[in-house]
């Protein structure tokens, strides 16, 4: 019985150090469901694929290990691909293990199969968005294809792998020693530095520049280097301005932090980068609304800016900028050297006291700007006080998981991280019903740590059955519905643009219809809180987080957008020559 696939793959994963799989049962995969009964790694159980798929990417954001997905083949396989694909546009590192129709009967179309173009075809589905997908055709490859997958899913730029696995390869014996073999092999790869001659060229340019500026993305949390950008920003005084994904990678409240760009920045911050003589990008990749589609008079201004970017990942150096110094390399292993040779050409650092007394002036005035709003005692609710109230009741080392929409775009602009790598959002697949699920990744991640998700009632009402899980693990994760009756952001689009919200509003005869989510909590055995006021949001969630239990507050919120002054083309699709964006509904 040890010598079956089954049993060598939990142990293959145990000797890696994985302690979770994520996943839902289905006759081609039961085999490995058995072999994890007396195992120490921890099956988590869901009601929906998709659900499997975003907690195990919140829990690798978090963990900082890659996540293991177990899925059954075909509508399995699709259901999680959501989530995936998510996963892979944030460069997330997961394994995905697929049961697949038996070997014996390929184009046959046995129960479930996918072959309308090849035969056993399923793992093709994945092939857009995952780094490699694997077929396992023979038992005694499996081990080398499981090494592999982890391997690449780790390496390079990080990102998901999918094995497709014929349920009958997990019943076949195999030779322990192919799996022995794989002991000798290292399960860590020494990652890309930068040599000395670019990183004295790079402090020399940015020593030397008038108005430099650090611009930083993912790719810093992702390479866990958020401490040596802490420690060059210190030392050189530069201000950094980051992507929605670099959020948090310096804290929000170090003087040098600009904020946001983009069109949910401020035109502050997107000056400022417009301004720029030298930007020096890290782990980033320049995406559309974080760089206002990408046109010169609102956020970056490339030439005549000059761009200075590093990047594991090759192909994104000058994918949408000309790129005046580019280098391919761990972003850790970088400014480790970068932080050296800083410390050798400008011994004493820099000062830049009248920008840091810019950037305080600024954030009073916004502040200041909101106040209005954050003090509001209307309902439903300020969106700007729900999110003003759950920073104050938060500890600093709080996680928090965002969705789509408000909850998105305005803890991006609004919301202060003070931790590395302490918010998750769905930046570049933007998923809607990411943040919900996440949410549960993350604290069975860090279990020791607060866990809050912003969501839209459009972004929960995705997935509802995530409480099944919460409620048969008791994952005390918070869920704070910012519920607008609607898919907000895109109904005030509409509004603004076509004078209508046909398909964006929830209704019921003409009227306001939302479910009654804090009862539906009940129902799956979570505390739910229905806010009825203002002034009850803010004690409800101190409540909530002291229970140290799983728990759904539905709170109703004003349909106000977000405020911008940056850009976004679509505005100009919508409506050429005019200078229009969202509406309140």
Known sequence: MNNLISHQLVKYLEDRGVEHIFGLCGHTNIAVLTALENSSIKFVNVRHEQISAHMADGYARVKKQTAVLLSHLGPGLTNAATGVANAALDSIPMVVIAGDVPSHYYGKHPHQEVNLHADASQYEIYRPFVKR??????????????EKAFQLAESGNPGPVLVSVPMDIFSKEVDPALFEKLNHNTKMLNKPSIDEITARKIIETL???????????????????????????????????????????????????????????????????????????????????????????YTFNFPPTKLIQIDIDPSEIGRNYP?????????????????????????????????????????????????????????PMQPQRILEEVREVLPKDAYITTDVGWNKNGVGQQFPIYEAGSILTPGGFATMGFGAPAALGAKIAQPDKVVVSLVGDGGFGQNPALLATAAEENIPVVWIIMNNYAFGTIAGLQKAHYGTTLGTLFERDGNPYSPDYAAIAKAYGVEGIKIEAAEEFKPALQRAIESNKPVVIDVAM???????????????????????????V
């Open 207 to 297: 020593v030397n520049a008038q108005n430099p500026l650090l611009y930083v993305g993912g790719g810093i949390l992702l390479a866990d280097a958020a401490q040596e950008l802490r420690e060059l920003v210190d030392h050189l005084n530069i201000p950094v301005a980051h992507s929605l994904m670099g959020k948090g990678a310096v804290s929000d409240d170090h003087p040098f932090t600009l904020g946001m760009t983009g069109f949910w920045g401020t035109k502050f911050i997107n000056d400022k980068c417009k301004e720029a003589d030298y930007i020096f990008a890290l782990g980033t990749r320049f995406a559309e609304a974080d760089s206002s589609s990408w046109e010169s008079e």
């Open 558 to 584: 004003l349909n106000n957008p977000v405020p911008t002054s940056g850009h976004w083309n679509i505005m100009d699709i919508y409506s050429p020559d005019k200078k229009v964006h969202h509406v309140s």
């Open 133 to 146: 997908a694997w077929r396992v055709d023979r038992p005694d490859l499996f081990p080398e294809i499981m």
């Open 323 to 379: 790129v005046e110094i580019g280098a391919v390399a761990d972003l850790k292993q970088a400014l480790t050297v970068l932080n050296r040779v800083a410390k050798e050409l400008v011994p004493e650092g820099l000062q830049n006291e009248e920008l840091k007394q810019e950037i305080a002036s600024y954030r009073e005035e916004f502040k200041k700007s909101n106040q209005k709003f954050i003090t509001d005692n209307s309902f």
